[in-house]
């Protein structure tokens, strides 16, 4: 399992990084001391797991996940930070305290799915089993696409509804789309993108338009342009 | 129920249960003493309802006069006086309900000197004690909301303490340094053991801010001495710091804890956000009367974000330390230019 270490602190990376000397599955391939740094070697290593420091200068741990798309598995590394506790305590994210205890970080590394020989693909492409990192406020998600049932534009935010929650993030629609598997998002109109698989019920609307019923009874309008293509797609 | 409709209801009650009870005591001394008459019951019904109703025109006119806020002596003489006037108003009045309606009882207009005076006496008793009462129960009241009063302020006092005390003691700089100094142990033994010894003497300080009220600067200066050196191990070459101490300012008295406080603030909110770190100013110098401290830190004011409140809460602590210490003689400024954010307390000497 290749993973990257992420903070700003020398002795804290090299602290962590004696720590997980003797977890010989893991393979350290790469250190960062700030979030830009970090989101270069990213895209260049491919690690399969992240040990992310939340408080760093300039963009703190959580704004660097916003930017990666797949997430990747992450374990928080923190100080003390009542924010942080709180977005992590909230939704189950896993995260280990400064200074680490041995235990407690085998625990987060057992928590993380053991992943194949082949390690994570090299692509672009944001398949429904993939995971998102949203952040609202003070609330944090791992979000797997799958369970998105769709997203909405509200100016230079997107409101993304799945399960019971429906956080509003500072992302593009047009920029998501892009990495969105067109089999199973499509885009609405300019306000929405929908989950195919969500999909319960189609039915004709004004102007030549359609109305997408979803499982959960939420509705989204398909605008005229776009009716001609959903039904192409869905006759596949 | 508002507050008034809640004193209405507490004098009516008072007021006819005192009257109440003081009636039904005569009749039941004069039953048992085989005295009780039908003229004994219209002359107390007289009585009591006379009572009432002057008495109610004394709350009146002690209300208009405001004769709550007098002190004890003046009530005291005034209340002395009304009660005579009313008692032989309220004799006078007895007297004519007494001869105009109950024309089988005594008639009291005609009654002789000695006996006018005993009864004029005995309403004017009625009258004082009813203003004891009347005056007890509020002194009580007020009493009892004064000392709620002071609890409350206590407590509030307290509770502003505790959280100086959290603000001084930064769980962030503890568990960082720690962290830090674990994996010095390795490294450098050496400066790991010397940093345990550093920590120790800031988490000792800052567990005895609480009991002093002032220090030597340079005892404070150890202080934040020590403190740097700790975060110099965590950020290394991020921080970068500069001295520049009057000596003729060591001895001087200020509080424990603020220069480190803003040391401390200096570090989080400017150092620890530099990507590639800066330098912190540190200096002392005596002005005219007063001492004047000064931490400066590269970077820019912080601006309040959406999510961040904590930026201001060493900085408003420390004012009102100030301002509790000294009154309006000690003064907490900042600002920013060329790059730097400047925090400058100005403490008078006079200690």
């Keep these: ?236 | 129920m508002t507050g008034t409709q809640r004193k209405q209801v507490a004098y009516w009650s008072a007021q006819l249960s005192g009257w109440g009870v003081w009636v039904g005591v005569v009749m039941l001394y004069n039953y048992l003493n085989g005295t009780f008459t039908l003229g004994l019951v219209k002359t107390l019904l007289t009585i009591l309802l006379l009572g009432i109703a002057v008495s109610h025109l004394l709350r009146w006119y002690m209300h208009q006069r405001n004769w709550l806020d007098l002190p004890l002596g003046k009530v005291l003489v005034r209340l002395l006086i009304s009660a005579a006037i009313l008692g032989g108003l309220s004799f006078s009045m007895h007297a004519f309900i007494n001869d105009v309606f109950f024309l089988d009882l005594k008639p009291m207009l005609s009654a002789d000197g000695r006996e006018v005076f005993t009864l004029v006496q005995n309403w004017t008793i009625l009258f004082v004690l009813w203003s004891f009462g009347y005056f007890a129960y509020h002194w009580f009241v007020a009493h009892r909301r004064e000392e709620l009063r002071n609890l409350r302020l206590e407590s509030a006092m307290r509770e502003s303490e505790l959280s100086m005390l959290r603000n001084q003691m930064n769980p962030h700089f503890i568990f960082n340094a720690m962290n830090s100094i674990r994996a010095l142990i390795d490294e450098d033994p050496v400066t790991a053991k010397r940093a345990i010894t550093q920590l120790s003497a800031i988490l000792r300080s800052s567990l005895l801010t609480g009991r002093k009220k002032s220090v030597p600067l340079s005892e404070e200066l150890a202080v934040v001495r020590d403190y740097l050196a700790l975060e110099h191990i965590r950020f290394e070459e991020r921080l970068n710091v500069e001295w520049n101490i009057d000596p003729a300012t060591e001895q001087v008295n200020v509080p424990p804890m603020m220069l480190q406080t803003l040391a401390e603030n200096a570090v989080k909110h400017g150092i620890a956000k530099l990507t590639k770190g800066g330098t912190l100013r540190i200096s002392a110098e005596r002005g005219e009367g007063i001492v004047l401290l000064t931490v400066a830190n590269s970077g820019l004011l912080d601006h309040p974000t959406h999510n961040g409140n904590s930026t201001g809460i060493g900085l408003r602590n420390t004012r009102k330390r100030l301002e509790l210490l000294y009154g309006n003689r000690a003064e907490l400024t900042m600002h920013d230019g060329n790059g730097m954010v400047t925090t400058q307390v100005s403490i008078p000497l006079d200690q």
Excluded at chain 1, 64 to 92: G, S
Excluded at chain 1, 161 to 182: A, G
Excluded at chain 1, 211 to 230: D, I, N, P, T, W
Aim: aromatic letters at 8%; hydrophobic letters at 40%.
């Design chain 1, 1 to 236: 399992m290749k993973a990257m270490i992420v903070d700003d602190e020398r002795l804290a990376r090299k602290e962590l990084a004696s720590l997980l000397a003797k977890h010989h599955e893991v393979e350290i391939v790469g250190e960062a001391t700030n979030a830009d740094e970090a989101e270069k070697l990213y895209h260049e290593l491919r690690p399969d797991l992240l040990f992310l420091d939340v408080n760093m200068p300039g963009r703190d741990g959580f704004q660097l996940l916003e930017a990666l798309d797949p997430a990747p598995h992450v374990i928080f590394v923190t100080a003390y930070d009542e924010h942080a506790l709180h977005a992590f305590k909230v939704n189950a994210l896993d995260y280990v305290m400064k200074p680490v205890e041995p235990a407690r970080l085998e625990a987060a590394l057992n928590k993380v799915p053991r992943i194949t020989e082949a390690g994570t693909p090299q692509r672009d492409m944001l398949h429904a089993d993939d995971q998102i990192f949203l952040r609202d406020g003070e609330k944090c998600w791992f979000c797997t696409l799958k369970d998105v049932r769709y997203f909405q534009s509200e100016g230079n935010y997107i409101r993304v509804f799945f399960n019971d929650q429906k956080p509003m993030v500072l992302r593009s629609l047009n920029t998501l789309e892009k990495r969105l598997d067109p089999l199973v998002f499509f885009r609405t109109s300019r306000k929405h993108i929908i989950n195919l698989q969500w999909v319960e019920k189609i039915e004709p609307w004004f102007n030549g338009g359609l109305m997408v019923k979803l499982k959960g009874g939420e509705q989204v309008e398909v605008s005229r342009r776009q009716s001609a293509r959903f039904k192409e797609l869905l006759s596949l």
